[in-house]
């Protein structure tokens, strides 16, 4: 009613600035993506009134623009916003501890917004000295808390780091032992390990070039070198079949001539950035004779 | 104000309802997880300030029972409580398009809360028949939409899929050819493809079973079984480093030895599902006798 009285003082019509689209300071703020769609991060609260008007005003120059995929960022500290987003038709696209990221699609045409991470990564580390003995550990918690199990290091890949450099960085990070990685000898994959996602697991090798166990205190109950013999007896490994894999990939390692995947620098096909291709290189690299002119 | 006269009526000193936990139907309704924590997955709508008190009353139980990781899943249609559960200390774990998670950990130890998912999960298939012809698509979105480039069938992994069976999948829908999965003979890893997260990329080998193309209409714009040479001679195909090693891997596999990966059924530790590793099971079923006794 203010806002009326206001404007019939002016002789212009009333015009709907929201729609207009000129007055950049009633619009969120946002920058473009590459895929022909509008990124906006908030950073600073804002009163949901205003945060409301702005989105509106927003959306609608989009849609006269023709943008596609709208995505609109929110630290939790702005959680009040939440709901406002979703009202306005938007979906939650992912969410990190500290933030929520919510979408919507403009067109009529179907969204070709991306997926979701489905999978989370995880590596087991076989580190195997010259005097057959495999490097082990106890945990303190998880599966087999206080069991008595010896078992290889595994843990989480985190996101942006190379499986490789994953399980140099479990074994240092459990038990101070310094690797060289050799090969991926095998992948698993397995459903709803947590809710709807999937875990892929890959079995590492790697070879020790330092000796001396300091175990880490926080996640750590004991690490040791133990004879392979006696790691492969314990009934828990002899009764599973991962674990029964894990053994026989090992023993085909050192003792036969098993080639699992190894990491290949490659440049990206956008960028010049490396990143890694695993792949059987000594297979990739025998160029038989036989086959060639 | 009201309330306490109400309680001044009654002869029995007050006591904190919440707190006491006897009261269920002042709890949420909950269940709980292996890890010693508890779920909470909120269905219907609840007015906000029941909410509330539901949650307090429910988290001060919690607490004395000394559970752990506290889980409250909400569905979007319920986004008016987020902002509740937000202001009682949770964070976020995950989102899909239709819900939000959130968890808090209770204890004073450090968080056992698993990490989210970090990684999407995509495969490409190599499809060659006894002509030495190469199954290539032309796709109506993405990079090459429009370039006339020719290439192999792609496609993203979804939840709880197999990634053979997502590679077999995959060039069904884009060209109606069935297929046998043969092996993975690679796999990429690259980081922030999409906001934070990581991409995982399967190079796959399948053999045809079929042979008469039928195109998608919606994502495909062409399709065609293309003589390997002439694919491997697109610009595109010779000077990126990735295009470079598909073809070099086709071609160490149909006239060289190479082995990749091919998935071995194996069962649970947990419970009796199948679920897949991924081997050199030709190294691996190989036993040199030459070191055996």
Chains 1, 2 share one sequence.
């Not at 630290?75 to 038709?89: C, D, F, S, W």
Request: glycine share 4%; with cysteine.
């Amino acid at each position: 009613m203010v806002g009326s009285m206001t404007v019939s003082v002016n002789s212009t019509p009333p015009v709907d600035l929201y729609a207009s689209g000129v007055h950049h300071a009633e619009l969120l703020p946002a920058s473009d993506d590459d895929h022909g769609g509008v990124i906006v991060e908030m950073k600073e609260p804002m009163d949901p009134d205003m945060f409301h008007a702005k989105l509106r005003a927003s959306l609608s120059l989009w849609r006269q623009q023709g943008k596609k995929g709208i995505w609109i960022k929110l630290p939790i500290a702005l959680v009040n916003l939440v709901e406002t987003v979703v009202k306005k038709g938007f979906q939650y696209h992912h969410a990190e501890p500290n933030y929520l990221m919510l979408v919507y699609w403009i067109p009529d045409t179907p969204s070709t917004i991306p997926a979701n991470a489905s999978h989370r990564v995880g590596v087991g580390a076989i580190v195997l000295n010259d005097k057959r003995e495999v490097l082990v550990v106890q945990e303190k918690s998880g599966k087999f808390q206080g069991t008595g199990v010896w078992k290889i290091p595994t843990g989480v890949v985190d996101e942006s780091e190379e499986i490789f450099m994953a399980a140099i960085r479990e074994v240092k990070e459990e038990t101070r032992i310094d690797t060289e990685f050799l090969e991926i000898l095998a992948f698993r994959q397995w459903h709803k390990s947590f809710f709807e996602k999937s875990d892929l697991f890959f079995l590492c090798m790697l070879r020790p070039v330092s000796f001396d166990i300091e175990k880490q205190e926080l996640e750590i109950e004991a690490a040791q070198w133990m004879p392979f013999e006696e790691y492969a007896a314990q009934p828990v490994v002899k009764n599973h079949d991962l674990f029964t894999y894990i053994t026989d990939l090992c023993l085909a390692k050192v003792d036969r001539n098993y080639t699992g995947f190894s990491p290949q620098p490659i440049r990206s096909l956008l960028n010049d950035q490396i990143s890694f291709l695993y792949a059987n290189v000594s297979d990739l690299n025998q160029s038989s004779s036989a086959d060639r002119p």
